[in-house]
């Protein structure tokens, strides 16, 4: 009877050792680290990537249709180029947050895919720049033009009473409510669309400037001098 053990005494061994285990987790950082980890993975740059695709898509897209309106349309007012590269930044993207998944992914290789990535999102966003810039000009233009009917093509001046004024000509058009309503429609539409891609650039340079930079080690030494744990912060 004397030898007998309590079981309240066990269950409050059991809790304390419970306790010292979560607390020397808690310490070391190890399921606490590897959970934000993940959880860090999981946000970035998933959701700025699968934005770019949808964008560069997008924008492909409308500029593919501009190009069905007429033949004679330039490059710069047809930015499918824009929308290309801009899905060719998703997919890096998307690269990375496969390799960031990965537990024992070679430094090496993840650091110039985040160089790569970095690089792209600033180019992608100049080139949104550019774009907007372009869209904007001839928007301006389009919305000043007197057009006529010549057959197979649409001919638009400036000035119709300025004999020596520049004209456009548009070939392939039949109908010149085309240049004059549609294609304007499409330029505002392309400006709105690279305005999203550059500012979603813009975040996913910063975000990733941020996790770069940001997240660093703080020498905040605890527990015994031998033993040495360093806090994440």
């Not at 505002?188 to 080690?217: D, E, P, S, T």
Request: proline share 4%; glycine share 8%.
């Amino acid at each position: 009877m004397g030898s007998g053990t309590s079981p309240m005494g066990s269950a409050g061994g059991g809790n304390a050792a419970a306790g010292k285990e979560k607390k020397g987790q808690a310490e070391t950082g190890g399921p606490v680290l590897e959970e934000a980890q993940k959880c860090c993975g999981c946000r970035f740059p998933l959701l700025v990537a699968l934005l770019q695709l949808l964008l560069g898509i997008a924008v492909a897209a409308v500029a593919f249709l501009m190009v069905t309106i007429s033949s004679s349309l330039l490059a710069r007012e047809t930015p499918h180029w824009a929308g290309i590269i801009m899905i060719v930044v998703s997919l890096v993207g998307f690269i990375l947050f496969c390799i960031t998944r990965v537990p024992h992914e070679r430094a090496s290789a993840k650091f110039i895919l985040k160089l790569l990535y970095f690089f792209l999102c600033t180019l992608g966003l100049v080139i949104s720049a550019v774009v907007i810039a372009f869209q904007c000009y001839h928007y301006t233009l389009t919305n000043s033009y007197s057009c006529k009917e010549m057959g197979e093509y649409c001919s638009c001046t400036l000035d119709p009473e300025d004999p020596i004024a520049r004209t456009f000509t548009y070939i392939g058009v039949t109908d010149c409510s085309a240049i004059v309503s549609t294609l304007p429609m499409y330029y505002l539409l392309q400006m709105v669309l690279n305005l999203a891609q550059a500012i979603v650039c813009l975040v996913g340079a910063f975000l990733l400037w941020k996790h770069r930079y940001q997240v660093f080690f703080a020498g905040l030494q605890t527990g015994s001098p031998s033993a040495q744990n360093w806090q994440k912060v």
